[in-house]
T-cell receptor
Framework: DAGVIQSPRHEVTEMGQEVTLRCKPI?????LFWYRQTMMRGLELLIY????????DSGMPEDRFSAKMPNASFSTLKIQPSEPRDSAVYFC????????????FGQGTRLTVV | AQKVTQAQTEISVVEKEDVTLDCVYE???????LFWYKQPPSGELVFLIR??????QNEISGRYSWNFQKSTSSFNFTITASQVVDSAVYFC?????????FGTGTRLQVFP
């Protein structure tokens, strides 16, 4: 398996624009997590899905952020409108499930909002 | 509430020194998992180890060893004979049945 695949690896966008980050989890994994990493706040869990259903989105910073998982092999994290303070590295991770939490991480998307 | 504390923000050592990274956790769950991840300068997160709450046996893997003590809610990580390639940010993490929470990380710099 190729591991968790995230795209794009880097994204530079202007404030106010919509940004969509994509993630393909490892085949067979039932849980998917979105994390944000910044110098100030470290690694924060934004949202996670189990069997394509959002279980906990309490970490999503505000309504500008939304995440979807239309099927077991794809998830998106959307920011609309983007702001400079959204600049961070966004990681997607997947695991077999809640009780087998050995999460495998993608390489991250470095987002810069100017 | 769950919480992971890595009190050491940054550690610098000279190659071949032993170094211990501390991790203290808080949870009310009786079943939980503890992890260590490595984040090298290239940025990816590399899984190192997972321990469940019922297994307090210490583990050794090459130059790496982990000490899990439920009595002090600690899961410390020791690198023996450190090498420059060990330079990275190391994260301790805690999971219950549904989500993985990270500590703030310890940046380890190993100088030649």
């Amino acid at each position: 398996d190729a591991g968790v695949i995230q795209s794009p690896r880097h994204e530079v966008t202007e404030m106010g624009q919509e940004v969509t980050l994509r993630c393909k989890p490892i085949s067979g994994h039932n849980s998917l997590f979105w994390y944000r990493q910044t110098m100030m706040r470290g690694l924060e869990l934004l949202i996670y899905f189990n069997n394509n259903v959002p279980i906990d989105d309490s970490g999503m910073p505000e309504d500008r952020f939304s995440a979807k998982m239309p099927n077991a092999s794809f998830s998106t994290l959307k920011i609309q409108p983007s702001e400079p303070r959204d600049s961070a590295v966004y990681f997607c991770a997947s695991s077999y499930g809640p009780t087998d939490i050995e999460a495998f991480f993608g390489q991250g998307t470095r987002l810069t909002v100017v | 509430a769950q919480k992971v504390t890595q009190a050491q923000t940054e550690i610098s050592v000279v190659e071949k020194e032993d170094v211990t990274l501390d991790c203290v956790y808080e949870t009310r769950d009786t079943t939980y998992y503890l992890f260590w991840y490595k984040q090298p300068p290239s940025g990816e997160l590399v899984f190192l180890i997972r321990r469940n709450s019922f297994d307090e046996q210490n583990e050794i893997s090459g130059r790496y060893s982990w000490n899990f003590q439920k009595s002090t809610s600690s899961f410390n990580f020791t690198i023996t004979a450190s090498q420059v390639v060990d330079s990275a940010v190391y994260f301790c993490a805690l999971a219950n049945t549904d989500k993985l929470i990270f500590g703030t990380g310890t940046r380890l710099q190993v100088f030649p």
